[in-house]
């Protein structure tokens, strides 16, 4: 039986920056808990957040965030793993990084990716809710594999 706990756990997790869906989504299917549930819970949570992180960076990097070291760094990573591939590549460039479900190249970093290279929202939000789903659809596949052999 699907409890709320287990429905604000998953949303929880799908919000973690890093972690988001490639996470969350084992997790859930390791519960126990339908995987066609798990994929949508998942991916509407992590699609959610991408205006969220969009509009949060333009109000509070430059206003505060810009000033600390940590975040600077962690931004500037972000930029020099993914540039290569929205340089070469584009707007195709930006959903191949989120596509690939490694940690860190989902919602979180496609969309500060989009953000510092100052894609347009409307080609920049598609293209990340894009590749949030190839890389939920990867995760679930594999996680089912995963479990089913376990």
Do not use: C, H
Request: net charge positive; aromatic share 16%.
């Amino acid at each position: 039986m699907l409890g709320l706990n287990q429905i604000f756990l998953l949303a929880f997790v799908t919000m973690v920056p890093w972690i988001e869906l490639r996470g969350s989504i084992p997790l859930g299917i390791g519960y126990g808990m339908d995987p066609w549930l798990v994929f949508i819970l998942t991916e509407t949570v992590n699609i959610a957040i991408i205006p969220v992180i969009y509009y949060g960076l333009e109000f509070f990097y430059i206003r505060f965030f810009e000033r600390f070291r940590i975040p600077r760094v962690l931004v500037e990573r972000v930029r020099k793993r993914g540039e290569k591939y929205v340089n070469k590549y584009g707007v195709i460039g930006l959903i191949i990084f989120v596509g690939i479900p490694l940690p860190g190249t989902g919602a979180y970093s496609g969309t500060i990716l989009a953000w510092l290279l100052g894609m347009k929202k409307r080609e920049a939000f598609p293209a990340v809710a894009i590749g949030v789903l190839i890389a939920g659809v990867a995760v679930t596949l594999f996680s089912m594999g995963f479990f089913k052999v376990l």
